[in-house]
């Protein structure tokens, strides 16, 4: 895993850990939620996944995740997220 260069890169890996084994598939926010926890992602507060997906507001992953590779989700609705095929650590390098 990269080295944190911001607290936004740290929660990216994570999020790129947990969701591994849901390439392709849609989940719900409380999905993703219980999916991060169970893979030991706290505390829950941090668990945004429309912060790793297009159109997000964080200021980090404006610049990283919004509409590029590192996005995580493809933004289906409220609350419903496809996790994407191909997912990126913060290095750049495929997961």
Same mark, same amino acid.
């Given at each position: 895993? %990269? &080295? @944190?260069?911001?607290? =936004? @890169?740290? +929660?990216?890996?994570? $999020?790129? !850990?947990a969701m591994s084994p849901?390439?392709?598939?849609?989940? /719900? /926010?409380?999905?993703? /939620?219980?999916?991060?926890? %169970? #893979?030991? $992602?706290?505390?829950?507060? @941090?668990?945004?996944?429309?912060d790793h997906a297009d159109?997000?507001?964080?200021?980090w992953c404006e610049m990283?995740? &919004?509409? #590029? &590779?590192?996005?995580? $989700?493809?933004?289906? =609705? !409220? =609350?419903? +997220? !496809?996790? !994407?095929?191909?997912?990126?650590?913060? &290095? =750049? #390098?495929? %997961?």
């Open positions: 895993m %990269a &080295d @944190v260069i911001h607290p =936004g @890169v740290d +929660y990216h890996c994570l $999020f790129v !850990r849901y390439r392709g598939q849609t989940l /719900t /926010t409380g999905q993703i /939620t219980n999916i991060c926890i %169970a #893979s030991g $992602f706290r505390p829950k507060g @941090v668990i945004l996944p429309n159109g997000n507001a964080n200021p990283q995740c &919004d509409n #590029s &590779d590192y996005q995580i $989700f493809d933004r289906l =609705g !409220r =609350g419903r +997220y !496809r996790v !994407r095929p191909i997912l990126y650590w913060c &290095d =750049g #390098s495929v %997961a």
